[in-house]
């Protein structure tokens, strides 16, 4: 498992706990003792998964998870909290934490969540790659090839565009064949499917 987990706890003996108990795991872990040591620490581009206390000296897990989103951290966290603090955990579900979990924990559950929270973050990243990668190949095309694109994907035929766009047949199939090889697909049907799995408009 690629990356590694933070553990940002003011309470050494649980960072300590949870460290060894990851580490068990073959996770890669190291804690921090407060917000703000984790903050000024950004970024981290190793960073796979958060645990975050909701009670510390200093910033509190809530203000520390605030700025880790608008410093651009986009990994999962997980808030660790008293029975005490679920109405605080449950606004920061409703703000995008991955999660919550109350103290004492199950380790086995904890552990399967982290994995959850690390393979949920990855896919994220792969589909945002691959939405990224199909942007950058929309945005070669010439106007002309955008145009011949949005027509084909509403199913219209060579003839069919080439009247719409008051140009030859031939030429359409020209700017059809630019714009599949453009977009590294075989086929219509195929680029439809690239266009699809990555959200964007068709």
């Known amino acids: 498992m690629t990356g590694c987990v933070h553990i940002i706890d003011d309470d050494e003996a649980i960072r300590d706990a949870l460290s060894f108990l990851f580490a068990s795991r073959g996770l890669r872990v190291q804690g ?26 200093g910033i509190s897990g809530p203000d520390t998870f605030d700025r880790l989103r608008a410093a651009g951290c986009a990994a999962p966290v997980i808030f660790l909290t008293g029975h005490a603090d679920v109405p605080v955990a449950v606004r920061a579900l409703k703000a995008g934490a991955f999660d919550f979990v109350e103290k004492p924990f199950n380790d086995n559950a904890l552990v399967d969540l982290v994995l959850a ?37 509403q199913g219209r035929l060579n003839k069919q565009i080439a009247d719409t766009l008051g140009i030859a047949m031939r030429t359409v199939e020209l700017h059809r064949s630019r714009l599949i090889a453009k977009m590294g697909a075989r086929n ?13 408009p068709r």
């Open 188 to 200: 219509a049907v195929e680029l439809a499917a690239l266009l699809s799995e990555a959200g964007l």
């Open 117 to 153: 929270a690390i393979e949920a973050h990855a896919a994220q990243l792969a589909h945002s790659g691959a939405r990224e990668d199909v942007a950058r190949r929309l945005a070669t095309l010439s106007a002309r090839e955008e145009e011949v694109l949005r027509l084909m994907l």
């Open 32 to 57: 921090w003792p407060s917000g703000e040591a984790f903050l000024e620490a950004l970024p981290l581009p190793d960073c796979a998964c958060i645990m975050l206390d909701v009670r510390m000296g």
